[in-house]
């Protein structure tokens, strides 16, 4: 654990409103981004980083040490991520349609790396994903998190962490064939 930001935890617990602003800026950035990725909208991640800072602000004294500070930071992000979907969207279930598909065999992008690879592909491909699956690929991928890690932000089991992964895994690299192919 960064002893630097374990003291700025300790000092927020005391009220110090230094140390805040000094939390705030180191994290500000990282609570945004994962923010934005959750709920696609700018002004919703801002919405999300104030009430986030705020939390630590009201409960830094919650922190328990079982977890990286940068954990507990993004299990309270993704929550009040989550709370701002459920109030401002209805979640769509999952076709069964989109859950079918499959890979393509004559295709020539066979791997999930060579679909990553394609970034064209695979942005419109990002979208398509329900919102559990996109998030663990986000958190996967792009923040660079453990199974463990996201299954304790997640409140969730690993092995559902892996199991979404799968299937995103999947419904990716069948949208990214289809899309090739429609293409060539």
């Not at 398509?128 to 996109?134: A, N, W, Y």
Request: proline share 3%; aromatic share 8%.
């Amino acid at each position: 654990m960064d002893t630097s930001d374990h003291s700025l935890l300790q000092s927020i617990v005391q009220q110090n409103e230094k140390a805040m602003e000094a939390f705030y800026h180191r994290f500000s950035s990282l609570v945004y981004r994962f923010a934005l990725r959750t709920l696609s909208s700018p002004v919703d991640a801002a919405e999300v980083v104030n009430e986030v800072m705020m939390e630590v602000w009201r409960k830094a004294h919650t922190f328990e040490e079982k977890s990286s500070i940068k954990t507990w930071l993004m299990s309270i992000t993704h929550h009040k991520s989550v709370d701002l979907l459920r109030k401002s969207v209805r979640h769509e279930h999952e076709s069964d349609e989109q859950l079918a598909y499959v890979a393509d065999p004559v295709c020539p992008i066979t791997t999930l790396q060579e679909a990553i690879s394609n970034q064209k592909y695979l942005g419109k491909c990002l979208g398509t994903l329900s919102p559990q699956h996109r998030e663990v690929v986000q958190m996967t991928f792009y923040d660079e998190l453990s199974y463990p890690e996201i299954s304790e932000i997640l409140s969730v089991p690993a092995g559902t962490v892996k199991t979404r992964i799968m299937h995103a895994k999947k419904q990716l690299l069948a949208c990214v064939s289809r899309l090739f192919k429609q293409e060539n």
